[in-house]
């Protein structure tokens, strides 16, 4: 079961960092910072809630996933993918700053690398950082599901 939530979370939150911070780009951080109360709030009340079905209603099949701590992977795991998209578009944002201003005080070196080098390939970096910050986030995502305690 844990490896399904891990592929879910994945999928996730590959939509996350390439389509998600594309679609809202203008509004992005309402989004995540939304998000985060959401996650916070939905959590508190799915442990209330399943914790009474199990005390009151004895919902066994509800026992394995509240003892097995899928509630606290699945917190824990949106968070990341949270803070990874909010990583990421800071960091598409310091690329954007970056060039902004070598291009209104700076014109003079513009044709020069390292500056000519990071205009040209902008949307390359981009796209590379954001494969990085997947694949960390991949890892926090396994450490988040398969931990050995």
Known sequence: MKIVFYLCFIALNFLSLFYISNIYKDKIYKYYG???ILNIILFFILTIIIGMFIKYLHFS?????????????????LMIIIFIGIFNHLFHSMIDSVINFHLKNNEANI??????FLIEQQDKLKKISSII???????????AWFDKK
Not at 111 to 116: D, E, L, V
Request: net charge positive; hydrophobic share 50%.
């Open 34 to 36: 939304v998000s985060i």
């Open 133 to 143: 910050w997947f694949l960390g986030s991949a890892l926090m995502l396994y450490g």
């Open 111 to 116: 044709n020069k690398n390292p500056i000519k």
């Open 61 to 77: 099949f509800l026992t394995n996933f509240y003892n097995d701590n899928y509630l606290v992977g699945i917190f824990i795991s």
